[in-house]
Structure formats: C-alpha cells, structure tokens
C-alpha cells in the first residue's frame, strides 16, 4: 500500500539556522510529490512540488526539495529558517486512480523555531 | 483571486446531532476534494468531485457522511448522527485538473468536536 513517512514529529532549530525536514514515501509508480505547510489558524499551502524532470525542486519561501528516487526520498531543505517559518509540514504524495490524483499524507512534522 | 473557502471554521455538536459543512472552490475548478485530519494522525483522503460527479469517493468512512455538490460548484458534508470519532479538521481542496498540476489549494479547514 502507498504511504508517506515524515520521521520527525516535532524538530526545533535555532532562527538563522540551515533545516532538513525528512519525507520517505511507498509508491509502485513514478510519484507525484508535494511539500504543504500549515500556519497556526490557516489552511494548507503549497510550497513545491515535483512531477518530472529536475529532482532538485524550487518551493516559495526559500524552500527546495530533492527527489531520490534511489531512497524513496524527497527531503524539504532550507538554508537559513526565518521565525516565521515556525509551523507544521506536510509531506504528500499523489496516487494515480483512474478518475486523477488523490493525496496521501504522512502525519506531519512541527517545526519550532528558537530566537 | 480568492482562494478556498470553508465554513463554519469550529462546530461543536453534541454525538446524534447532525452538521453540515461547506466549501466554496476557487471558481473555476472543476475538481473538489475533501479530506479529514482526525487528531494526532494523517490528513486522510475522503471523496473527489468533478463538477457535480462523486469521480472516487472510496475513503468516506461509513453512510453517516453525505457529500454534494450541486450544481458544480460549492460542496457540501454532511454527518448525521455525528459520532465522537469524527471529531477532526475537514479540509476541502480544490484544482483545476484532475491530476493536481496546480498542486491543488486548500482551505483553512473546519474543526469539527463531537462531544
């Protein structure tokens, strides 16, 4: 069965500090891949994702991702975290059923950041 | 452009009442999705609509929970009676393709206590 694991529940870093939030996924398929963060008291919003072609992958706010197709991977990277950055990631991939995509989630990872 | 809308944002009701939620897609999109995240677990894939079609609804839990769409555009979920195990934020998405090209955009979700 197809499944996402995000093996960090909670990470705290220091504000300046660079972040490397883990994602392992289960797909017999090329995967479709996304990186979702969530604000406290908002939805969820699209930071990259990754369909094709380059695996080193461009996200709004300063983020990347890297596509291992070798690890079943696709890490989420920032260089240097922002205090705003603080807030909860998901990581996604989207099965193929006959009708489209529908997104399977692995259970999020917390991140705090420390002024 | 506005983005996805969900309301009520809270709900508490008590186990045997029913609630209705609802979902104002980014106009446009053909393609509506609901998801639950039920407390401490993974956000969790529950039906997709094209237009007013249920296209795969294979992850609504029991006949306790009723989805629409009328006409195509907004959507609407119903649990009645509510038990305490939906308790839980229901996010709703919509795309405009089926295959999530525009990485599908999410609401700010309604949280639901069954109390």
């Known amino acids: 069965a197809q499944s996402v694991t995000q093996p960090d529940i909670h990470i705290t870093v220091s504000e300046g500090a660079s972040l490397e939030l883990r994602c392992n996924y289960s797909?017999?398929?090329?995967?479709?891949l996304f990186w979702y963060v969530q604000s406290p008291g908002q939805g969820l919003q699209l930071l990259l994702k990754y369909f094709s072609g380059d695996t080193l992958v461009q996200g709004i706010k300063g983020f990347e991702a890297e596509f291992k197709r070798s690890q079943s991977s696709f890490n989420l990277r920032k260089p240097s975290v922002h205090w705003s950055d603080a807030a909860e990631y998901f990581c996604?991939?989207?099965?193929?059923?006959?009708?489209?995509?529908?997104?399977?989630f692995g259970t999020g990872t917390q991140l705090k950041v420390e002024l | 452009e506005a983005g996805v809308t969900q309301f009520p944002s809270h709900s508490v009701i008590e186990k045997g009442q029913t609630v209705t939620l609802r979902c104002d897609p980014i106009s446009g999109h053909d393609n509506l999705y609901w998801y639950r995240r039920v407390m401490g677990k993974e956000i969790k894939f529950l039906l997709h609509f094209v237009k007013e079609s249920k296209q795969d609804e294979s992850g609504m839990p029991n006949n306790r929970f009723l989805a629409e769409r009328t006409g195509g555009t907004y959507s609407t979920l119903k649990v009645q009676p509510a038990e305490l195990e939906d308790s839980g934020v229901y996010f709703c998405?919509?795309?405009?393709?089926?295959?999530?090209?525009?990485?599908?955009?999410f609401g700010s979700g309604t949280r639901l206590t069954v109390v």
């Open positions: 996604a991939v989207g099965i193929l059923t006959g009708g489209g995509n529908k997104l399977t």
């Open positions: 998405a919509s795309s405009q393709d089926r295959w999530g090209n525009d990485g599908y955009t």
């Open positions: 797909y017999g398929a090329t995967p479709y």
